[in-house]
């Protein structure tokens, strides 16, 4: 069978490609109809989709997650040291920890930027209306800030960036679950990325800076895994710019890489939130599709906690440079909370009687139909975008985001001048209680009387709508989820329903339109906004139905239906749960709400699901990418892969190699063959042509680490051996140079691009070295995995799906055995006896000199077999063998491998009160 790009490929060569997908879709109904195949094509539509998208996905290139164990990588293993272990832990905590401080100083410097940028706009607009007072000099005003900031944003995103554009959690998804995209962790992404947000929410779009956070974050995490940077070094003339293996240069494989680019998504969103655990949480439920305990989850809170504290005290000192080391206090403000802890009183403000969960029920269902009309709807919108916007046509962008912008902030403009005025609350001192770090996080543009603006209203009144339309999106949901709660009484405030009414279509349309322009822009922000406002109007509406039931004792929360819509939305749009519940807890302080959060989250998620894929998943499937989602996630395609084997889909012809390759045929295959690997094989005959199995397989070799060898001249057989059977390339002999080859092998931070580099690296490769002889031994993965020819097509999938591969070799239908392991055999008990008899082994062979130690100090190599002394209980004769000796076995190993033997003269034998061991 072909692969996808193949298949695709030989349907639409035929004359008529329409009646070839109409030939595959009938035979698919009269199958269905039998009942022999379910899960088939069903329609003409549906197979036009699929074949369109197999042919998208021949434009991504997929990674492998699965750890290189090939004689390089072995032999630098066994030459580590046991402090080296030990180094290599603590720099994982130190990285985890940088990168909280980074994004910490970043969400800072950006929150500083939006606060500096909506000051400047607002304070400049009212002092326009101050002075010429009517309409039009204060719109033109009003539209060129929004419009100004808005052609930057876009110019960052069309002509230096264009991956910048959106949110980017969908490109971080797909990259943490294996498919590489060129450029989207570079230093230049993460600029234009985050000044792109900057002006975006400034100029006023339906956006957030959250999405956005997600892709920063996640460069930064990359960057310091690998302590080093590709663009920094094309910066300075190809001279590499990373850090030695003992400052952190550890991690440098793909693994590790994937680790860390899901730490910083986590210190992304933690830092863009002020949320810690609901960040933390987010990356494990909607980013990372591979993570444990250890590598993500616990470093990742370290990241977290690291990056808020930093943006906490940033904030405190900018807002009280001379005293905030000593007398700010951390952790009483929300995100989205009005008012500090203190002044708020969440526990007397936020509650929930029993008879409301049924309504909260509704409005979680009500959330999931809102996202999944939200998410048709924006495909609809983006359908339209790849057609005529296509990313190509940088100047059409562009314009799109200027038009757009003008579009929103002229609509702004116009509910704010005809908004009608009411008068300003008698206690208007406790519904203000505001600060200058609550402006900070609230985006800026705090001006005069900062909740009840005046605007165009005569003295002693505020404009109505201009209270929410004349604020930046984020203070405007602050307001719907807590003013008033410094009031004596409970709902003593209550916003007019003309203006929820008309902020929840505002932000839903303009929602709709915007997420998916050519500029930074988030989608959480304007999602909560939308529940918030359809809450707090169900919660009016419960307010007056319990007056007319004459329930005086009984007041409504309307508080707790605002937040409780907004989670609800935004689980409907995003299909999160868990995340979304700690999230708006930690943003709004609503602990007292956690019931009632989770079951609207989840109503509005299976609402949801009954209509299809969440925004970011139907994103990414747009594209075509080749997304491996869990499996016990999508009944569907379990469905398809339980009626299909292994033998059914795989290539039976492979492009093999031989162990030894001339580079010219090694370079001829390369430009003939576009494969991401390739079998090893001493039974290829020709390497320049694909070979039908079964053929004996010795190993694995990738494309990059293939170009990778020819770049850096690494693997040539010397000359003079090169007729010679035993011609080989020899491993360097000392720890040093060993380290030194596998630092030049590193897949990070100078990672190549098979397309984009290839062409180069072969080019500049001289006509003396295309006649040498490349071996490939030493680099191959010797141990790829297997599956059984005739296994489901589902033991596959999983395979891929749980190991992170790229490629799965398929071995005949009775391959042979030698052994077999269980869970006992590897623990590290029984790991730690059979070294133990394995050093026994080879000390034994050598017993020339002899050197006595005493039992007590012997006695501590087998601290993990207590009560047992005798070779004959443990089966090993190592009961009484010297902690020293074992140190220099141990350091010795190295050599062990690679000549077969360790014992030198001065470790030869053990000898116990004159008894050999």
Known sequence: MANPAMRYQRLSSRDDSAAAALTLCQGSQELREAGVVEGALASLEETKDVLSRLHKMSTFESMSFDPVENDVERSAQLHRRHWDYFNEEAWRWAISALIGFLMGCIAFLVDLGIEVLNTLKISTVLQVMDVYGGVWMPYFAWVAFPVLYALVAGALVSYVEPLAAGSGIPEIKVYL???HIKGLLHIKALVAKLCSVMFTISAGLVAGKEGPFVHGGGIVGGGCGSMGSKFITELRGGKEFKTARKHGGYFRNH???????????????????????GGLLFTIEEGASFYSLATVLWRGFLATSTGLITLHFLAEMYDQPGSAMWEAKLGVKRDFGLYSDGDASYGRNLYYFLWEMPIYIVIGAVGGLLGALFIKTNV???QFRQRFIPIRFSHRRLVEVVFVAWVTSSAAFLLCYVSPCDDVPDNIEQLHLHSSSENFFGGGGVEGNPYFPQLWCPD???????????????????????????????????FKVDSLALLFLYTYLFMTWTFGIGAATGLFVPSLTVGATIGRLVGRGVTVLVQELGISKVRVSLGAYAIVGAAASLGGATRMTISIVILVMETTGALELLVPIMVATWVAKMVGDSFGLGIYDTQIELRGVPLLAEDAMEPESRIVHDE???????ASEMVCLPPTIKVADLAATLRKFSHGGYPVSTEVECPIRAQKGPVQIDGLITRSLLLRLLQRRIGLVPQELEGASTGRYSLPPSDKEILELQDQL???PMRLSAKADQEKILSAVPAEVMERVLDLRPFMQRQPFFVNSTASLTRAYRLFRTMGLRHLLVAPTKPLGMGILTRKDIIKENAKVALGEKANRIVSG????????????????????PGIDTAAETGTALSFAPHSLMRQITRRRGSLVRHATIVEDNVAGVEDDGEVV
């Open 644 to 650: 299909l084997s292994v033998n059914e889909l795989m």
């Open 460 to 494: 002693g009144q505020y404009s109505r709508w201009g209270q929410v339309f004349g604020a930046p999106l984020t203070q405007a949901l602050r307001l719907v989820f807590h003013l008033g709660e410094t009031l004596p009484n409970v709902g003593s405030f209550n």
């Open 746 to 748: 590193d897949a990070y």
């Open 380 to 382: 609809k919108i983006t």
């Open 255 to 277: 693994v590790d890489h994937r680790d860390f680019v899901a730490i910083g998504t986590a210190a992304g969103v933690s830092t863009a939130f002020a949320a810690p655990i």
């Open 177 to 179: 679950n294996g498919v």
């Open 846 to 865: 050598k017993s020339r000199m002899k050197k006595k130690f005493t039992r007590t100090s012997t006695r501590r190599l087998v601290e993990f077999m």
